[in-house]
């Protein structure tokens, strides 16, 4: 049954839930971007697919606009998947289970994937409608924008013919977004070696947190389970001898880590549990405004796998003590705006020893290269190394824009209210587009989405609906 299908724009909600039917987590986009083929074919619809899964299709100008500018419509087809420690789904096979409350779209258990499937939907909706005015109509779907761009980096944008492009993928309505930091990610590697050690076996875990976008909450003070339990490994280590047997938290890159948990043998398990109740009590006094519910919770850990030595230990303490995180830098040319900064997401432990995935940002390209180097510069000292991946550049404010000043005036017209202009901390496909499409003019824009990333995602559905408004009539004034 529909739950959507009472809604208007009756095109952009049924096809937002088709699309939410649909698995397409990151790396899980080829269903998705075969769909998007299919509905091309169906309409007779010029289309390219690359062997990335990356769809272009374009869409001929309606009549009166043939002599128009074409225009760019992009936005990315994968999601972040994030669900509840209670929830069955599997979110790599099942799509999604969708609930209307009251005026807000949300998933039962699961991140809902407005972004940046709304993008997908008004795109559908515009390219299936036959009584809106437009120029050549060219919408871009990029796949595994939400680890690291790599669909974009990866787009031939050779079938492009447009200069103006609106990007669907920011998450708060009468906000425009020009301009954004650059980023990569990084991830440091330590070797361990391992030996065994008489003590009792443990499971340090922390949990309950907030979590949030790495670029968008990365100033909002909230806690990184990783570096919290780095944290709490150092204080046991200052009471007990013990031995790491292995670390584990977070699941993206570019989302802050809401728990993360050590496997532990220690020389005194009453120690543990005694300094894990006081740091409890310590970090839960530290972030009671935005991680309130933040727990730490010790158990005995069954598990037969044998410790790293000592040298291995420490070594993986000091990473974990010593390593940066967070805001780095405040822009001192625009007020408010994180320059830049890094975030811990990964933390885990495999065959090659430990390993820490890091999103670095900045809007200063000197600045993102300062902080590889200073991960490189730990990490090599701990005897270990560095690798980076999906570099990407900023995307550079335009002091002359008129699609920026289009947009702002048809925003003002409809609303009574002048938009926010805005750069953004953080990484949105726009700076890539800017590098292979010189002299791009673009806009990132979008409806309400709360809580981006987390199971408590929500979408607002009177602000999808303002924001078709505003793209219909953008387009209406294109000619």
């Known amino acids: 049954m529909a739950i959507l299908e009472h809604l208007e724009p009756q095109g952009v909600f049924s096809f937002f839930e088709a699309l939410c039917a649909i698995p397409h987590g990151s790396h899980n986009t080829r269903q998705i971007s075969d769909w998007l083929v299919s509905f091309a074919q169906t309409r007779g619809l ?12 374009i ?20 999601m972040v998947c994030e669900k509840t420690p209670d929830c069955t789904k599997d979110m790599a096979s099942e799509g999604l289970t969708l609930v209307l409350d009251s005026d807000f779209i949300r998933a039962e258990g699961t991140t809902l994937g407005g972004d940046d499937g709304i993008a997908v939907a008004v795109a559908l909706a515009i390219l299936d ?64 070696g391992r030996k065994a050690f008489a003590g009792a076996r443990l499971r340090i875990a922390v949990e309950g947190l907030t979590g949030g976008h790495s670029g968008v909450e990365i100033d909002k003070g ?50 543990v549990r005694a300094v894990c109740a006081r740091m409890e ?18 158990t005995e850990d069954s598990g037969d796998g044998l410790p790293m030595d000592a040298d291995s230990t420490g ?77 990407y550049p900023g995307w550079e404010y335009l002091p002359v824009s008129p699609l920026r000043d289009l947009m702002a005036a048809v925003y003002t017209e409809q609303t009574g209210a002048a938009p926010r202009i805005e750069a953004i901390h953080a990484g949105v496909e726009c700076g890539i587009f800017a590098g292979k499409l010189p002299g791009l003019d673009c806009v990132s824009f979008g409806p309400d989405l709360l809580d981006i990333h ?23 004034r294109m000619k």
């Open 46 to 57: 010029e289309y390219v697919q690359d062997a990335a899964g990356n769809v272009i299709i």
């Open 59 to 78: 869409k001929q100008a309606t009549s009166g606009y043939e002599h128009a500018a074409p225009v760019i419509f992009q936005g990315h087809m994968d």
């Open 129 to 192: 409608a036959d009584d809106i005015p437009h120029p050549q109509f060219e919408a871009v779907f990029t796949v595994d924008e939400e680890v690291g761009m790599e669909g974009a980096t990866a787009l031939d944008v050779s079938p492009l013919q447009g200069r103006r492009m609106l990007n669907l993928d920011s998450e708060d309505e009468g906000v425009f977004t020009v301009s954004c930091a650059g980023g990569n990610l990084t991830c440091c590697t330590l070797p361990v």
């Open 222 to 271: 909230r806690a990184n389970a990783d570096l919290l339990l780095g944290r709490l490994l150092y204080a046991l280590s200052r009471e007990t001898e013990l031995r790491i047997i292995m670390v584990d938290g977070g699941c993206k890159d570019n989302a802050i880590p809401t728990d993360a948990a050590a496997d532990i043998a220690a020389a005194d398990a009453d120690t």
């Open 281 to 298: 009590r310590t970090l839960q006094h530290e972030f009671r405004a935005t991680d309130p519910g933040l727990r730490v919770f010790v």
């Open 315 to 391: 070594r993986v303490l000091c990473l974990l003590t010593c390593v940066p995180n967070g805001v780095q830098a405040m822009s001192a040319d625009m007020p408010g705006l994180v320059q830049t900064s890094l975030n811990l997401g990964i933390l885990e432990t495999g065959d090659a020893g430990v390993s820490a995935s890091f999103c670095v940002r900045s809007s200063v390209e000197s600045q993102k290269q300062m902080l590889v180097d200073r991960l490189r510069c730990l990490t090599e000292r701990l005897g270990g190394k560095i690798a980076v991946s999906g570099d």
């Open 454 to 476: 987390t199971f408590r995602e929500r979408m607002s559905v009177p602000s999808v609906q303002r924001t078709w408004k505003l793209v219909c009539e953008v387009l209406r």
